[in-house]
């Protein structure tokens, strides 16, 4: 991350307009796991009002270095002072889709990130407590090599060697995979089952 010389100014701003953001709604779908996530645009209205009352604005501009994509986020504050972090990541298919696809995940995770955007169901569900503790699940070594074997297709795009290891994979062991995995290739994952639908 890089800040301007001083952040006085946009670390007050920032620190006031996060205690009036609400989380972003999880409202778009996840084809493979059946579950929803925040998109940019919930990203973006969950902050909007309060950036704009507290004089903070932001920008972001995507470029194509050594293969990936890599989306620039900068918040600034009236005052000039700003704060920018980069987020890179590979694209999941050498064309157009591909690539923008990698700019909006990139978009969301950057300005999500750099804002403090936490994410929240929006039927409200993740502000339950639930009284019946499930026991963790055990990975088995099985387990843990799917998790590398998923991890070498993502490096290398192979979408029909995940789609193999995805199969079979259900409830706790399903999760526990899941869990395992980084945040794009979550968003790789998500791509290719949603183009084999």
């Known amino acids: 991350m890089k800040t301007s010389t001083e ?4 670390a007050s701003a920032l620190s006031k307009a996060q205690a009036e953001m609400t989380g972003a709604k999880k409202a778009a779908n996840n084809p493979f796991f059946k579950s929803k996530y925040s998109d940019l645009s919930e990203v973006m209205a969950a902050i909007s009002t309060p950036f704009a009352e507290h004089d903070l604005s932001f920008v972001q501009g995507a470029e194509f270095t050594e293969g990936n994509i890599s989306v620039k986020t900068r918040i ?5 002072q700003w704060i920018e972090s980069d987020t890179v990541l590979p694209p999941t298919k050498n064309d157009a889709q591909g690539y923008g696809s990698a700019i909006t995940y990139a978009k969301r995770y ?6 403090g955007v936490p994410s929240v169901d929006d039927d409200g569900n993740a502000a339950v407590a639930h009284t019946t503790k499930k026991a963790a699940y055990k990975p088995s070594q099985a387990d843990k090599e799917q998790v590398k074997i998923i991890g070498v297709a993502h490096q290398n795009g192979d979408t029909d060697s ?4 995805l ?3 259900i409830g706790d062991r399903k999760a526990w995979v899941w869990s395992q995995l980084s945040d794009d290739c979550h968003e790789w ?3 290719v089952m949603g183009a084999g639908k």
Not at 7 to 10: A, L, T
Not at 76 to 80: E, L, Y
Not at 162 to 165: G, P, S
């Open 167 to 169: 199969k079979g994979l």
């Open 110 to 115: 950057g300005l999500q990130a750099l804002a």
């Open 7 to 10: 952040i006085n100014e946009i």
């Open 189 to 191: 994952i998500k791509e």
């Open 76 to 80: 600034m504050h009236s005052s000039g």
């Open 162 to 165: 995940l789609r193999d290891e």
